[in-house]
Nanobody
Framework: QVQLVESGGGLVQPGGSLRLSCAAS????????VDWYRQAPGKQRELVAV???????NYIDSVKGRFTISRDNRENTAYLQMNSLKPEDTAIYYC?????????WGQGTQVTVSS
């Protein structure tokens, strides 16, 4: 049974940093692409960052140079390091994996950037 569990969210001041974690279980983590999405209040869920099984990464323009996605296949965990946070980064952040055409999501972790 596929499980994704996010952690690491919280309240941070503008310019601060947070590191999100996504602990995966129930499948062979190392062979799948992992994504981080976010959903702000009143907005659609958007893709933020992607890391493939080979370690290639991609980001939306608004987070390039500030966010870094990574993975540790020994620990079955993906990370999203977020630096220079802005109020517009406030959202619930979700980890996502697509396995055999089925989408799997974690429960999300709230990130609030506010002074």
């Amino acid at each position: 049974q596929v499980q994704l569990v996010e952690s690491g969210g919280g309240l941070v001041q503008p310019g601060g940093s947070l590191r999100l974690s996504c602990a995966a279980s129930g499948f062979i983590f190392s062979v799948y692409t992992v994504d981080w999405y976010r959903q702000a209040p009143g907005k659609q869920r958007e893709l933020v960052a992607v890391i493939t099984s080979g370690g290639s990464t991609n980001y939306i323009d608004s987070v390039k140079g500030r966010f870094t996605i990574s993975r540790d296949n020994r620990e079955n965990t993906a990370y999203l390091q977020m630096n220079s946070l802005k109020p517009e980064d406030t959202a619930i952040y979700y980890c996502h994996v697509k396995k055999l055409r089925v989408d799997y999501w974690g429960q999300g972790t709230q990130v609030t950037v506010s002074s």
